[in-house]
C-alpha cells in the first residue's frame, strides 16, 4: 500500500495492475490518490441478495455526495486546509468518474473541471506530492484541459522520472488526446528501460501491443486475419477522456 499523501483522510491507494483491453481502456485513466474505486459497483451489484446496479450506483452517488460534502464544509472553515483540498480535488473527480460512466458528459466535465481546481488549490500548499499532481493532470484530462494536463504529466516526470503511474497515464493521453501512437509507445519504452516492478513492467508491454495491433488493422477488403492478441482487436477508445475533436 503507497504511503499516504496527507492528513488523516484515506489517500488514493494505486489501483491494481490489470489487462489491457477494451475494458481497460473504455475505464481510462488510474487515479493515484484515489480513496474508493468507481469499479467496485458491478461487484456490489453482482453481490446475492443486493442491490440491483441501478440501486448500487445510487448509493455509491449518495456516498461520494457525503464525502465531498464533508470535505467541502472543511476548506469552507478554513482555506488553508491543504488535506481537505486534496480530499475536495478526489471526491469530484470521482463523481465526474461516475457521471462520466453513466453517460451524462454536463455533468462528468463539470465534476472533472471542479477537481482540477481543487488539486490546483492543494498542490499551492504541496506542490511536490506527484501523486496528487498526476491526478490533476488527468483530471484537467477529463475537462478538455488538454494543454492543462500535458504540463502536469510533464512536470511530475521532471520531478520523478520513476513515477510509474504517471507514465501509463500520460501515454494513454498521448495516445488517445493527442491521437499519437507512436509518441505513447515512445514513452512507454522509455519507462522500460528504468526496469519498473515486474508487474508494471507486464502492463507497459501490453499497451504497447495495443499500440502495435491498432496499427496492424486490416483495412476494408483485406481478409488477413487481425495480429492484435485477443481482445485487441477492435479496441473501444471512445469513453476515454472525451468525444470531441479535441480528443
Known amino acids: 500500500m503507497p504511503p499516504r499523501t496527507g492528513g488523516e483522510r484515506p489517500a488514493r ?6 489487462v489491457v483491453t477494451a475494458i481497460l481502456i473504455a475505464l481510462g485513466l488510474l487515479g493515484s490518490t484515489l480513496a474508493l474505486a468507481l469499479t467496485s459497483v458491478p461487484k456490489i451489484a453482482q453481490q446475492a441478495p443486493g442491490p440491483s446496479t441501478e440501486e448500487a450506483m445510487e448509493n455509491q452517488r449518495q456516498q461520494l455526495e457525503s464525502l465531498l ?4 464544509a472543511k476548506v469552507k472553515a478554513n482555506p488553508n486546509d491543504a488535506d481537505a483540498w486534496l480530499g475536495v480535488g478526489n ?10 460512466s453513466k453517460g451524462d458528459a454536463e455533468k462528468s466535465n463539470a465534476y472533472f473541471s471542479q477537481a482540477y481546481v481543487a488539486y490546483q ?23 478538455n484541459q488538454l494543454d492543462a494536463a ?4 510533464k512536470t511530475v516526470l521532471q520531478k520523478d522520472p520513476n513515477h510509474w503511474n504517471a507514465y501509463r497515464n500520460y501515454g494513454l493521453f498521448l495516445f488517445q488526446a493527442r ?15 528504468k526496469n519498473p516492478p515486474e508487474d508494471i513492467a ?24 487481425s495480429n492484435a ?19
Do not use: C
Not at 491507494?13 to 490489470?18: A, C, D, S, W
Not at 515512445?186 to 528501460?193: F, H, N, S, T, V
Open 13 to 18: 491507494k494505486k489501483n491494481p495492475v490489470v
Open 69 to 72: 460534502a464533508d470535505e467541502e
Open 91 to 100: 471526491w469530484r473527480m470521482d463523481l465526474g468518474s461516475f457521471y462520466r
Open 121 to 143: 488549490k492543494y498542490l499551492g500548499f504541496k506542490p511536490d506530492n506527484n501523486d496528487a499532481r498526476v491526478d490533476a493532470a488527468t483530471s484537467a484530462f477529463y475537462s
Open 150 to 153: 500535458e504540463k502536469e504529466y
Open 179 to 193: 491521437q499519437n501512437p507512436t509518441a505513447a509507445k515512445d514513452l512507454w519504452q522509455k519507462a522500460l528501460a
Open 202 to 225: 507486464g502492463e507497459y508491454h501490453q499497451l504497447i501491443q495495443l499500440v502495435d495491433a491498432m496499427s496492424k488493422q486490416p483495412q476494408p477488403g483485406d481478409n488477413t486475419p
Open 229 to 247: 492478441p485477443e481482445g485487441l482487436q477492435k479496441p473501444d477508445l471512445s469513453g476515454l477522456g472525451g468525444q470531441n475533436q479535441q480528443k
